[in-house]
């Protein structure tokens, strides 16, 4: 396992730091306009009851609009991946969804089974009782399993933390976690918590994590208005299931 890009000791002394003063955000992503917003988004559709017809209209949906991702639960990875061959759309999975509490090696062995059946994206749920216990180093391990093995398999890595849950200070704490354990993008929300996305919380994670790594709302956005202000705050990627209504106003607003 690799090694994380900070000890806890740096980490814990950047969290002080950032409760005092935040980083200056860095300069605002241009906007999409238009058709360019589909380029944006993870179409998804992660309820417990959906059906492989919702998810072949899911992937015919994002096929159609070009959506980045579909994202789905990991059982119906082979299936999507197989609806979306040479499409340019690619197929996320989540892992350990919604509740983040599978132990740090059933998650990475999860992830890299949906990765081997198609997935190019994983969204994994951090243990939030780990963070509220200030486990931190089973935390980090947590995170760092799952991006070690997604980044062997050449996959991405997007690190929920769900922020409803949080304080301002754990989700700082999450987000220099997910960062130090080499993770791609640190995202808002399950959907399933308490709250979704909100524009405080991206542009508190956006500050903390800089330039260098993804910020992904998701969570509640169902409007273009909506989706442009989450990405005015530092998001580089939706997750929606109201993607086709985003799409369709992006193209009445441009």
């Known amino acids: 396992m690799s090694a994380p890009t900070r000890s806890l000791k740096q980490i814990l002394r950047m969290v002080d730091a950032y409760e005092h003063e935040l980083p200056t955000a860095p300069s605002p992503l241009v906007a999409p306009r238009g058709a360019e917003v589909s ?71 999860e992830a890299r089974r949906v990765i081997e059946n198609g997935a190019v994206e994983v969204d994994m749920v951090i243990n939030l009782g780990a963070l509220k216990s200030e486990s931190y180093g089973l935390l980090l391990n947590d995170i760092l399993f799952v991006t070690q ?24 704490l999450a987000c220099l976690l997910a960062q130090a354990a080499g993770a791609d993008f640190v995202k808002t929300s399950t959907g399933f918590g308490p ?52 799409f369709n106003e992006a193209l009445g607003a441009s």
Not at 58 to 71: G, I, K, S
Not at 154 to 170: C, P
Not at 222 to 230: G, I, S, V
């Open 149 to 172: 093995e997604a980044h062997d398999c050449r996959a991405r890595v997007k690190v929920i933390i769900e922020a409803a849950l949080l304080t301002h200070r754990e989700k700082i």
């Open 39 to 109: 380029a944006w988004i993870d179409h998804t559709l992660l309820k417990p009851e959906a059906t492989a017809a919702q998810v072949k209209k899911l992937c015919d949906e994002a096929r159609q609009y070009h959506f980045a991702n579909v994202c789905v639960n990991p059982v119906y990875v082979p299936l999507a991946r197989g609806l979306l061959k040479d499409s340019g759309v690619g197929v996320c999975a989540v892992v350990a969804f919604p509740l983040g509490a599978s132990l740090p090696e059933d998650k990475a062995r």
């Open 195 to 246: 709250g979704g996305a909100t524009v405080a919380d991206v542009d508190l994670m956006r500050r903390v994590v800089g330039s260098g790594t993804g910020v992904k709302a998701a969570g509640g956005i169902r409007t273009f208005k909506e989706a442009l202000a989450m990405i005015a705050a530092g998001a580089n990627r939706i997750g929606a299931s109201a993607s086709v209504a985003i």
